[in-house]
Structures are given as structure tokens and as C-alpha cells.
T-cell receptor, first 113, second 112 residues
């Protein structure tokens, strides 16, 4: 079935360090991979996304890489700041043209000042 | 000028009651969704509608019934509420498949 595995479940880093979150997906037909940030008590909000025809995408301190062969994709945050503390979710598009997203289990990132 | 809005934000109710959550989007999107986020923060899709037509119904108990009166609205009605229904329910919309999904602020449902 469709599945997205996300690791680690929690991540604690010092301010200024980098953070990396990794995901694997099962459906080889998935071709859209968004990352969402959810602050406590708030809605998930898109921070970056990548499509299967691209291997890497960067937006300021955030980058995402995709390895379609291995069905892996990763989020990289550099020069972390306390306001980066949140729960991060990876997702992969589900089968068919439904817009359905299969979410990973989430990673709680804590950036210590 | 909220893009995806849902009401109410909080809902506390007793077991066995029936309740509804409303969702509206002003983005002109064709597709709307309901997601459930459980106590472990896991986000799982429940339903998806495209132009008022149901296109996804993940194995959700039939006590949950979505209704889309038009493509800007997707409501969720829940019958005979159970303790296990307690969760945060998010409405979302997207322009088309494989594009950004915009989420509403969530409805925290607590069944007592």
C-alpha cells in the first residue's frame, strides 16, 4: 500500500547547526513531494516542494533532495534558528490524479538558542 | 482574508451526539479535502472532492459523511460520535492534483 516513512521522529540541534530529515516512499508513481511545517496549535504550511523531474531544490536556508531510484527524499535546513522549531511533515502524492497526499509521521525539531 | 476557513475551531461534545464542521475556501480551487490529525500528530486523508464530486473515501466509518454544496465548500457531518473520534480535523484545498494543498486552521474535536 501507499506509505511514507519519516525519520527521525525528534531532532534537537543547537542554533546555527544544520538539520536533516529523511523520508522514503513506497509508491513509484508518486511524483510530487511537499514539505510542511506545523507550529504548535497551527495549521500545516508548505515550506518547499519538489517534483520528480528535479533532483534538488533550494530556497534560502531550506533545500530538498530527491532520489527517485531509491525512493528517498530529504529536507535540509541550514543555519537553524529558534523559530525553525516546529513539527515537519514530508508527503508524497498518492496514486491516481486525486491530489491525495500521503504524509510521513512527522519530525519534531527543537532548535536550542 | 483567510484562504481556507473552517468552523468551529473548538468542538466539545458528548458521545453519541451528531456534529458538523464547515469549511470554505476562497482560492477558486477545484479540489477540497478532509484530513484527520490524531494525538500523535499523524495526518491522514479522509475524503477528497473535486468539483463537488467525491473522488477519495479512505476507509472512514460511514458515520462520517462529507457534503459539498459547491466547489468552494466542503462540510463534514459526524453521527453518533465516539471517544476515538477526538482529533484535530483539517480542511484543505488545492488547485489541482499534485499542487500545494492549503490547510484551514483546524477544528479540535473532543468527545467526552
Amino acid at each position: 500500500g501507499e506509505n511514507v516513512e519519516q525519520h527521525p521522529s525528534t531532532l534537537s540541534v543547537q542554533e546555527g547547526d544544520s538539520a536533516v530529515i529523511k523520508c522514503t516512499y513506497s509508491d513509484s508513481a508518486s511524483n510530487y513531494f511537499p514539505w510542511y511545517k506545523q507550529e504548535l496549535g497551527k495549521r500545516p504550511q508548505l515550506i518547499i516542494d519538489i517534483r520528480s523531474n528535479v533532483g534538488e531544490k533550494k530556497d534560502q536556508r531550506i533545500a530538498v533532495t530527491l532520489n527517485k531510484t531509491a525512493k528517498h527524499f530529504s529536507l535540509h535546513i541550514t543555519e537553524t534558528q529558534p523559530e525553525d522549531s516546529a513539527v515537519y511533515f514530508c508527503a508524497a502524492s498518492g496514486s491516481g490524479n486525486t491530489g491525495k497526499l500521503i504524509f510521513g509521521q512527522g519530525t519534531t525539531l527543537q532548535v536550542k538558542p | 482574508d483567510t484562504a481556507v476557513s473552517q468552523t468551529p475551531k473548538y468542538l466539545v461534545t458528548q458521545m453519541g451526539n451528531d456534529k458538523s464542521i464547515k469549511c470554505e475556501q476562497n482560492l477558486g480551487h477545484d479540489t477540497m479535502y478532509w484530513y484527520k490529525q490524531d494525538s500523535k500528530k499523524f495526518l491522514k486523508i479522509m475524503f477528497s472532492y473535486n468539483n463537488k464530486e467525491l473522488i477519495i473515501n479512505e476507509t472512514v466509518p460511514n458515520r462520517f459523511s462529507p457534503k459539498s454544496p459547491d466547489k468552494a465548500h466542503l462540510n463534514l457531518h459526524i453521527n453518533s460520535l465516539e471517544l476515538g473520534d477526538s482529533a484535530v480535523y483539517f480542511c484543505a484545498s488545492s488547485r489541482q492534483e499534485r499542487t500545494e494543498a492549503f490547510f484551514g486552521q483546524g477544528t479540535r474535536l473532543t468527545v467526552v
